[in-house]
T-cell receptor, first 112, second 118 residues
């Protein structure tokens, strides 16, 4: 099981602010993922990375950006937050052939 | 077309009884993986169980078992002896492509909200 940490847990912020959601894992997993989830709905993949300096956009278009400079760290940035960005953001990592993903506790973002 | 279909938006079960949560999937790949996750109201996603498409036996993990019917493309989750703490949202997910290949992305269903009554 992975140890994967997301901060902040909750964030309320005004429109137009720049925000960075942090995600770190201590298991040395190569693969990391960001999902967006509205309340009571399914998860949508917005970004993923299969290794350092490798990032790809997911299935759901997002105005956010990500970076992967270190194996353990996969932050997500919104340059200018809008109310439409209000959602829960979940970070995950995986290792091994089965591709079992282990998730952080999530960040619940509210943009006013 | 939906790749993962969970037709039960909500399910109720009495404590100590068994419950089956339905999941059907759609893929043309011969090799794929199926997953179940639990999401309590606190929001985190907890991995429960995995089934590979070539696994001959149904996966089991404690009180969780996966009823894998390949010909019907179904991967139902069975929870035995339900507990109050099992009340949560349950998501079925699929990874297409063979284990160790280049695709590790998961596609999730819309989820089933399970409520365990005392």
């Amino acid at each position: 099981e992975a140890d994967i940490y997301q901060t902040p847990r909750y964030l309320v912020i005004g429109t137009g602010k720049k925000i960075t959601l942090e995600c770190s894992q201590t298991m040395g997993h190569d693969k990391m993922y960001w999902y967006q989830q509205d309340p009571g709905m399914e998860l949508h993949l917005i970004h993923y990375s299969y290794g350092v300096n490798s990032t790809e956009k997911g299935d759901l278009s997002s105005e956010s950006t990500v970076s992967r400079i270190r194996t353990e760290h996969f932050p997500l940035t919104l340059e200018s937050a809008r109310p439409s960005h209000t959602s829960q953001y979940l970070c995950a990592s995986s290792e091994g052939n089965q591709g079992i993903q282990y998730f952080g506790a999530g960040t619940r973002l509210s943009v006013l | 077309a939906q790749k993962i279909t969970q037709t039960q938006p909500g399910m109720f079960v009495q404590e100590k009884e068994a419950v089956t949560l339905d999941c059907t999937y759609d893929t043309s790949d011969q090799s794929y993986g199926l997953f179940w996750y639990k999401q309590p109201s606190s929001g985190e996603m907890i991995f429960l169980i995995y089934q590979g498409s070539y696994d001959e036996q149904n996966a089991t993990e404690g009180r969780y078992s996966l009823n894998f019917q390949k010909a019907r493309k179904s991967a139902n989750l069975v929870i035995s002896a339900s507990q109050l703490g099992d009340s949560a949202m349950y998501f079925c997910a699929m990874r297409e492509g063979y284990s160790g290949g280049s695709n590790y992305k998961l596609t999730f269903g819309k989820g089933t909200l399970l409520t365990v009554n005392p």
